[in-house]
């Protein structure tokens, strides 16, 4: 099977990029199952129930995220309802929603899906190593299909993640820092590997911020609002094909399309 995992959605242009160009994608690439990192899609950070509604309409089927999870008020209660928005597991215990799970594809093939924290750099939380281990061992009772979002910081980090999943699951994609990389390989025991998957969104701009706002702070050390630049919208992601009997992947494609 085919599954295209799109990288950061920001903003009203991001989700304009999805509305856009997911359709058009899925039938020319015979995707599928998507999935997209949305946790900037309200606004430039967070996730209301109308953005989330407005990507699943738009061909999404699984929304992950981050450490700006809990940016919008309304998340509280909207990650317990709906199944299809994932929270980092490795949150403590307690937190609302879930950092893992095993959805189907349209045609009933099942799909685990698990979102992780990096800790380098970042809030420190339950360990990402330990806990996507046991998130795996989980979900492989039901599925051999398993992708996995870490959304990190680090590179290092997600290189070490990548090589201690390696063959437990179909796809490791890297996801936080809004650059695409160029390191996308099908590890030694078959799980396909990428550190970052890009950002979907303007891309006149600082990992999709207005450039003159991002300046202002660097430039002056005084706090700005970082409002979400317009220009020059793109989808940026990878594809991975997957063997179904194996859960091995076949190959990994890096994905840029502009609008």
Same mark, same amino acid.
């Given at each position: 099977?085919? #599954?295209?995992?799109?990288?950061?959605?920001?903003?009203?242009?991001?989700?304009?990029?999805? %509305? !856009?160009? *997911?359709?058009?994608? $899925?039938?020319?690439?015979?995707?599928?199952?998507?999935?997209?990192?949305?946790?900037?899609?309200?606004?430039?950070?967070g996730i209301t129930a109308r953005v989330a509604t407005e990507l699943f309409a738009a061909g999404v089927d699984v929304l992950t995220s981050g450490d700006h999870i809990w940016k919008k008020v309304e998340i509280?209660?909207?990650?317990?309802?709906?199944? +299809?928005?994932? +929270?980092?597991?490795?949150?403590?215990?307690?937190?609302?929603? +879930?950092?893992? $799970?095993?959805? &189907?594809?349209?045609?009933? *093939?099942?799909?685990?899906?698990?979102?992780?924290?990096?800790?380098?750099?970042?809030?420190?939380?339950?360990?990402?190593? %330990?806990?996507?281990? &046991?998130?795996?061992?989980?979900?492989?009772?039901?599925? %051999?299909?398993?992708?996995?979002?870490?959304?990190?910081?680090? !590179?290092?980090? %997600?290189?070490?993640?990548?090589?201690?999943?390696?063959? $437990?699951?179909?796809?490791?994609?890297?996801?936080?820092?809004?650059?695409?990389?160029?390191?996308? $390989? #099908?590890?030694?025991?078959?799980?396909?590997?990428?550190?970052?998957?890009?950002?979907?969104?303007?891309?006149?701009?600082?990992?999709?911020r207005r450039v003159e706002d991002v300046l202002t702070r660097f430039l002056s050390s005084i706090p700005v609002r970082f409002q979400v630049a317009q220009e020059n919208i793109q989808l940026h992601g990878a594809?991975?094909? #997957?063997?179904?009997?194996?859960?091995?992947? +076949?190959? #990994?494609?890096?994905?840029?399309? &502009?609008?």
């Amino acid at each position: 099977m085919k #599954i295209l995992f799109i990288g950061d959605i920001v903003g009203s242009p991001g989700r304009e990029a999805i %509305k !856009t160009l *997911v359709a058009p994608l $899925k039938q020319e690439l015979g995707i599928d199952f998507v999935i997209a990192n949305a946790e900037n899609a309200s606004g430039g950070s967070g996730i209301t129930a109308r953005v989330a509604t407005e990507l699943f309409a738009a061909g999404v089927d699984v929304l992950t995220s981050g450490d700006h999870i809990w940016k919008k008020v309304e998340i509280f209660e909207l990650i317990n309802q709906e199944e +299809r928005i994932l +929270r980092p597991l490795n949150f403590p215990s307690g937190a609302p929603g +879930r950092g893992a $799970k095993v959805f &189907k594809s349209a045609k009933g *093939v099942k799909v685990g899906v698990i979102n992780i924290n990096g800790r380098v750099f970042m809030e420190a939380l339950e360990c990402p190593f %330990k806990a996507a281990l &046991k998130a795996v061992e989980e979900l492989s009772l039901e599925t %051999k299909i398993i992708i996995v979002d870490i959304h990190a910081e680090a !590179t290092s980090e %997600k290189i070490a993640l990548g090589w201690y999943l390696d063959g $437990k699951v179909s796809a490791i994609f890297g996801t936080h820092t809004h650059i695409q990389t160029a390191d996308e $390989k #099908i590890l030694p025991q078959g799980s396909a590997y990428i550190t970052d998957v890009g950002m979907t969104g303007p891309y006149d701009s600082v990992i999709g911020r207005r450039v003159e706002d991002v300046l202002t702070r660097f430039l002056s050390s005084i706090p700005v609002r970082f409002q979400v630049a317009q220009e020059n919208i793109q989808l940026h992601g990878a594809l991975v094909e #997957i063997d179904e009997t194996s859960g091995k992947a +076949r190959s #990994i494609l890096r994905i840029q399309k &502009k609008i």
